[in-house]
């Protein structure tokens, strides 16, 4: 049976003490004070409705959406080793554009649905023939906040170390 279970990562600041340990700072308490950063693991389930081109192009066009670009980042090749690979994470992918030509970009497209927002939002997905990606995302101004998230959990789970 195949989960529609999707991973998203986000990050939180932590304050720990810890016991002193080899002479660092120490304070008041005796123990050294640190601010480190853990990743959390935020598990939702992204609903990749089922759309054609002409509905997704049309929705990720709307005059009242708004469209946030990610930065192009290089693709970490032991999660994607091709352009395709995409449709392993991403329910019901469409491909936008796609050429036999190897000096041109695939583009995907999906409409996602997130438990925890009401409004769709649009996901186009450029693969360049360099092992590059960039995402773009669509959706009402009111759901700009947790575009970030969607843009940097992206990065984070598909971008080389």
Same mark, same amino acid.
């Given at each position: +049976?195949?989960?529609? =279970?999707?991973?998203?990562?986000?990050? #939180?600041?932590? /304050?720990?003490?810890?016991?002193?340990?080899?002479?660092?700072?120490?304070?008041?308490?005796?123990?050294?004070?640190?601010?480190?950063?853990?990743?959390?693991?935020?598990?939702?389930?992204?609903?990749?409705?089922?759309?054609?081109?002409?509905?997704?192009?049309? =929705?990720?066009?709307?005059?009242?959406?708004?469209?946030?670009?990610?930065?192009?980042?290089? *693709?970490?090749?032991?999660?994607?080793?091709?352009?395709?690979?995409?449709?392993?994470?991403?329910?019901?992918?469409?491909?936008?554009?796609?050429?036999?030509?190897?000096?041109?970009?695939?583009?995907?497209?999906? #409409?996602?649905? +997130?438990?925890?927002?009401?409004? /769709?939002?649009?996901?186009?997905?450029?693969?360049?023939?360099?092992?590059?990606?960039?995402? +773009?995302?669509?959706?009402?101004?009111?759901?700009?906040?947790?575009?970030? *998230?969607?843009?940097?959990?992206?990065?984070? *789970?598909?971008?080389?170390?």
């Amino acid at each position: +049976m195949k989960s529609n =279970s999707k991973l998203f990562f986000s990050f #939180t600041e932590w /304050s720990l003490q810890v016991p002193q340990v080899c002479g660092s700072y120490k304070n008041q308490k005796g123990r050294v004070d640190a601010d480190i950063f853990l990743p959390i693991l935020i598990t939702q389930f992204l609903e990749g409705k089922p759309t054609t081109i002409k509905s997704f192009n049309a =929705s990720f066009d709307r005059d009242d959406n708004i469209v946030v670009e990610g930065d192009e980042i290089t *693709l970490d090749s032991s999660i994607i080793k091709g352009p395709l690979d995409f449709s392993k994470y991403f329910e019901n992918l469409i491909t936008l554009s796609s050429s036999q030509n190897q000096y041109q970009n695939t583009v995907f497209g999906t #409409t996602l649905r +997130m438990k925890w927002q009401v409004a /769709s939002c649009f996901l186009k997905i450029i693969v360049t023939p360099s092992n590059k990606v960039q995402f +773009m995302l669509s959706t009402h101004p009111e759901n700009e906040s947790f575009i970030d *998230l969607i843009l940097e959990s992206l990065k984070f *789970l598909f971008e080389r170390d």
